[in-house]
């Protein structure tokens, strides 16, 4: 019988894709990162217990094109900084991605909030443009230009929080029987995402960031209140995760909606005097 792709590996064709997959060359993107203060009582808001809000209300946007073998990525982030214990670290809220390939992963892997979306990455002369975009709406866009040449910082990590979990097959989130009612089919866990970066090029830009009004991807409730810093970089990066802690069931579902494109988010208006 000829092969039959969808039939079981053997043990060497396992072992062979675990060996190819951590052996990866150093993967550069070229990308563009902004943050800026924004409302304390909004960062709290929107942190999933047990993560705190840290001392400074920041929100760091990241839009990048990453240079993988054989097709270019885009990939985005919008992460609020948050506390666990005493790890400072940044609670992202959305991250859009140009495949399938790098959504999956990430979600199924780490519990990363990955969304397939348009990121956006362009550079003219000084002149630079980068956004993130879901449903037809750019509802985050950097705009400016390059104003300067930065010192390259030294290897650095970061750390990014994120919750995994499945949620209940049945609807009600029976479970085990465990926690009735709680809408997983088990309980959710916290991952600590550690990021190895290296940086070869970093550029200061001067511009401005723009929200806009989206109702799957309301990142225009954190409002930019002053712009701590804007770059355009080169750099490469690794991650590990390791969960660190099971949480509560109940104190993480009203944070559901936070991870889909969640139908009864046409009820949530935004907030009185927020852009639109």
Same mark, same amino acid.
């Given at each position: ?33 902004? %943050?800026? !203060?924004? =409302?304390?009582? @909004? &960062?709290? #808001?929107? +942190? ?71 990121? %956006?990455? !362009?550079? =003219?002369?000084? @002149? &630079?443009? #980068?956004? +993130? ?144």
């Amino acid at each position: 019988m000829a092969r039959v792709r969808y039939g079981a590996r053997t043990e060497a064709e396992i072992a062979a894709a675990r060996t190819k997959s951590t052996r990866l060359p150093d993967i550069w993107s070229t990308g563009v990162v902004a %943050v800026w !203060e924004t =409302d304390p009582d @909004v &960062v709290a #808001a929107v +942190l999933p217990p047990p993560l705190k809000p840290t001392e400074r209300p920041l929100v760091r946007a990241t839009v990048s094109r990453v240079d993988l073998p054989g097709y270019p990525l885009g990939a985005g982030s919008v992460a609020v900084a948050a506390a666990h214990g005493d790890q400072r670290g940044w609670y992202p809220l959305v991250m859009p991605m140009t495949h399938e390939r790098a959504l999956v992963g990430g979600r199924e892997v780490f519990g990363e909030p990955k969304k397939l979306g348009e990121v %956006v990455v !362009e550079r =003219d002369g000084l @002149v &630079v443009h #980068a956004s +993130l975009a879901r449903h037809g709406i750019a509802f985050v866009e950097v705009r400016g230009a390059v104003s300067g040449q930065l010192p390259l910082p030294e290897p650095t990590e970061r750390t990014d929080f994120y919750f995994k979990f499945l949620p209940a097959v049945d609807g009600s989130g029976a479970g085990d029987g465990s926690s009735p009612g709680s809408g997983f089919d088990a309980d959710p866990v916290l991952v600590h995402c550690v990021r190895r970066e290296k940086v070869r090029k970093l550029e200061r830009i001067t511009g401005d960031v723009v929200l806009r009004e989206s109702m799957y991807d309301p990142v225009a409730d954190l409002p930019v209140r002053r712009i701590v810093d804007i770059t355009l970089g080169e750099k490469t990066t690794d991650q590990k995760g390791r969960v660190v802690e099971r949480v509560s069931a109940q104190a993480l579902l009203p944070y559901l909606h936070q991870r889909y494109d969640d139908p009864l988010q046409i009820h949530d208006g935004p907030p009185e005097g927020s852009l639109r």
